[in-house]
């Protein structure tokens, strides 16, 4: 019951004492103001505990700065107002610091990551289903699954240095090759139901074009049209996408390849690359494919060197490598590749050759001559 209604008895409910001055709200003002501060009750109830609390508040400030319920006019103040009241409810004794929704706001103008509700209710242990009721009640815009948002505007420089930021904090695989971006793609694969994904092709340098990269920007943010006042939903477009490929050009923030390897090798200052993916200090982008390999250690013994030339060795045993001294009757035998020469050591130095080649400004010359037939 509320003052002005009827009670089911006929008696008028009023004011005790007579209140002047009370705001009109709208349906639409009072179900967004409603649902803002179940939002930050809710907040208030699940606050963490010390060591969290400055993560849930930049969690909130991010949820809190894509309201819609909070006026675009002086946002960025009512939300520190907000975030430190909650952190005074709860009895945090750094209450004062908590709010930075100013380099927060920066942060989304630049299309740089935010978090929000998402890393809130982990933070918080309660379940990610929660999220969209919690959106819901705040009204979140489309960045509400925490990709930065670009608004189509006419500051196209302002898009597109958003557009690589997203792109880059996405982790999106795009490289740039003397004049070109590219990308790592391995052919002919193959994905089958209830089969595992099949990599049975060359691995293989590609150019960047637009479709793909359509794709890839839509993954990474949230693309918005804005038009006297009214926002939907938008789309990079082809030109969009030709001038980060081509118009950048030599400006470019993505990391340079140089080359693509399918095995372990070693960078220049000796230590090892092994781990799948792109390389920075050589620039290389390892992908083993089917292939696999053991663990290598990144301070090997000399155990470890002859146990890896025993490996080298099998596969050569019993090749008939010419002996360092020739007698007139050799004759090859089964164990001939397992005997050290100079003829073996060519092989086994070439075959390291080719592994390192990436690492070596310059590589020797081996040189091979025809089998000598054997009586």
């Known amino acids: ?114 978090t929000g509700i998402p890393r809130l209710l982990e933070l918080v242990a309660l379940p990610k289903e929660l999220g969209q009721t919690l959106g819901a009640w705040i009204e979140l815009g489309p960045e509400a699954d925490g990709r930065p948002v670009i608004t189509q505007s006419r500051d196209l420089t302002l898009q597109l240095d958003q557009a690589e930021v997203a792109l880059e904090s996405a982790a999106t695989p795009i490289f740039q090759r003397g004049e070109h971006l590219v990308r790592v793609v391995r052919q002919d694969f193959q994905t089958r139901p209830g089969v595992h994904n099949l990599h049975v092709g060359p691995l293989k340098i590609v150019d960047i074009e637009h479709h793909w990269l359509t794709e890839q920007l839509t993954k990474a943010a949230v693309f918005i049209s804005e038009r006297d006042g009214h926002k939907s939903p938008s789309k990079p477009t082809k030109d969009f996408c030709d001038k980060l490929i081509v118009g950048r050009q030599g400006h470019w923030r993505w990391p340079v390849l140089k080359g693509i390897i399918e ?45 890896a030339l025993g490996k080298f060795v099998e596969v050569i045993n019993g090749f008939p490598f010419s002996p360092d001294q020739m007698l007139a009757d050799w004759t090859p035998t089964q164990d001939e590749g397992k005997r050290p020469s100079s003829s073996r050591s060519v092989i086994l130095s070439a075959w390291l050759t080719g592994l390192v080649r990436r690492s070596l400004r310059t590589a020797p010359l081996h040189a091979i001559d025809a089998r000598a037939s054997v009586r």
């Open 1 to 114: 019951m509320f003052p002005d209604s009827i009670h089911p008895c006929g008696e008028a409910v009023e004011w005790e004492v007579p209140l002047g001055g009370i705001e009109e709200l709208s349906f639409e003002q009072l179900k967004k103001t409603a649902g803002l501060i179940a939002f930050l009750a809710l907040t208030l109830r699940f606050y963490p505990a010390e060591g969290s609390r400055g993560q849930m508040c930049m969690a909130l400030t991010g949820a809190l700065l894509r309201c819609a319920a909070l006026e675009t006019d002086g946002k960025v103040d009512e939300v520190d107002r907000l975030v430190c009241l909650i952190a005074e409810l709860a009895h945090d004794e750094e209450y004062r610091t908590r709010g930075k929704a100013k380099a927060t706001w920066e942060k989304m103008q630049q299309g740089k990551p935010v």
């Open 263 to 307: 095995s372990p090798t070693l960078r220049q200052d000796w230590s090892i690359v092994q781990e799948p993916g792109y390389d920075s200090q050589p620039a290389l982008f390892l992908d083993t494919g089917t292939a696999g390999f053991e663990r290598i250690p990144e301070s090997p013994t000399r155990d470890d060197a002859l146990a």
